[in-house]
């Protein structure tokens, strides 16, 4: 069945540094990729999207590309701040929505 | 502009117990989810829907039963309750699972469950 795999956290960087988490996903079909953000307390929320292969997908810095020949969708930004500490999600969406466990991002001053 | 909303926020319950979570949606969404988020195994989805009358098992369904009955609620219901099943539970919606439109799902604020 459909799977996401994730980068284990957490990832501790300070801030302007460049940041990286790994995404790699199975599918059956040519599903749509996603990122979400979780802060502390919240419900996830949508930080950006890809529908089909070489999409780039972008939002507040950060971006990811649809990579089909090596199944991945990894995340990147060019200098995190403070504020981008949170736990994000690689998902894919086929015929539902599945994730992955997650990957925890402290940035610290 | 109530988006997606979840009752109740927090419950204790004891073992054997039985309690149903209300997942709301006022967005005409077709697509309705439930997942489980447990430190360390990310969100793992429980039940869905793809639209009204319908529903589907996810990942991990046992011990847990849904219905949809109307297009803009899903609840979720867990008979026995077992302390395995504390967790903090995520409803979450959307118009479309697939396509290159309408496929962000939106997220209740989640109820956090603890079963002693």
């Known amino acids: 069945g459909d799977s996401v795999t994730q980068m284990e956290g957490p990832v501790t960087l300070s801030e302007e540094a460049f940041l990286t988490i790994n995404c790699t996903y199975t599918a059956t079909g040519y599903p749509s990729l996603f990122w979400y953000v979780q802060y502390p307390g919240e419900g996830l929320q949508l930080l950006l999207k890809?529908?089909?292969?070489?999409d780039k997908g972008s939002n507040k810095g950060f971006e990811a590309t649809y990579r089909k020949e090596t199944t991945s969708f990894h995340l990147e930004k060019g200098s995190v701040q403070v504020s981008d500490s949170a736990v994000y999600f690689c998902a894919l969406s086929e015929s539902k929505l599945i994730f992955g466990t997650g990957t925890r991002l402290q940035v610290f001053p | 502009n109530a988006g997606v909303t979840q009752t109740p926020k927090f419950r204790v319950l004891k073992t054997g117990q039985s309690m149903t979570l209300l997942c709301a949606q006022d967005m005409n969404h077709e697509y309705m989810y439930w997942y489980r988020q447990d430190p360390g195994m990310g969100l793992r989805l429980i039940h869905y829907s793809v639209g009204e009358g319908t529903t589907a098992k996810g990942e991990v369904p046992d011990g847990y039963n849904v219905s949809r009955l109307k297009k803009q609620n899903f609840l979720l219901g867990l008979e026995s309750a077992a302390p395995s099943q504390t967790s903090v539970y995520f409803c979450?919606?959307?118009?479309?699972?697939?396509?290159?439109?309408?496929?962000?799902?939106?997220f209740g604020q989640g109820t956090r469950l603890t079963v002693v």
């Open positions: 979450a919606s959307s118009l479309s699972a697939t396509g290159a439109v309408n496929t962000e799902a939106f």
């Open positions: 890809a529908t089909k292969a070489d």
